[in-house]
């Protein structure tokens, strides 16, 4: 609820929840699957250069993650 006030976002707590208790979706720290958006943008001429890595768009402190 809380969430809604603040956002004004239009939608149900009840949807929300769902969401958010959705097995298919994680919240994680850990940058993931960022390559697969850096390709596709590339592809699309979204962004000019693209990134060798993951790392290139994060800052160090989290280059020791699992990234990917």
């Known amino acids: 609820e809380a969430y809604i006030r603040i956002s004004k976002d239009k939608d149900t707590v009840d949807n929300i929840a769902h969401m958010m208790n959705d097995p298919q979706i994680v919240y994680t720290t850990t940058p993931q699957n960022v390559m697969k958006y850096a390709d596709f943008m590339a592809r699309t001429g979204a962004i000019k250069v693209k990134p060798e890595s993951w790392k290139d768009l994060f800052f ?5 993650l699992p990234g990917s």
């Open 60 to 64: 160090p402190n989290m280059h020791d």
